[in-house]
């Protein structure tokens, strides 16, 4: 889907007006009117001000154009899954387990990491050695495991 089709579902789903939405983002109803019609996207600070509104990821906002994943534990990311922030805001690089509050949710070496991933991962029950060697492979590939 493209961000005009997605806009407009969420305003709609939402029971927003475009006035609402104008008055809640602090733009003309013209700018609203123009985004449902796909003429124009929103800069960058609205795109977040309207994924706090509806709340919603900007991925999801402008149609999902990349496949999240947590960049602690590998785990591919939806809405439904992303961690927030201390201010409540949703944030698309780490899931709800990884990520809260503003901070990771363990305190734990990329070992640990393996180890607590492995009994939620389908293979994990039938085949740990198999998750193992694929996390161990995963994780320094990841922006929380990664050296400078």
Known sequence: MEFYEVFTDLRKKMGF????????????????????RGETIPEPETL???????????????????????????????????SREADGTLNEKYCKWCWDDGRFAQDCTMEEMVEHC????PLGQSDPEACRAYMRGLLPTLERWKTP
């Open 118 to 121: 492995i009994p939620n991962m």
């Open 17 to 36: 007006s475009q006035n609402q939405v104008a008055d809640e983002l602090h733009v003309t109803r013209q700018a609203v009117s123009r985004w449902e």
């Open 48 to 82: 977040l001000a309207l994924s706090r509104l509806f709340d919603v990821s900007v991925n999801t906002l402008l149609g999902s154009p990349r496949a999240l994943v947590c960049q602690s534990c590998g785990m591919p990311l939806s809405d439904e899954f992303l």
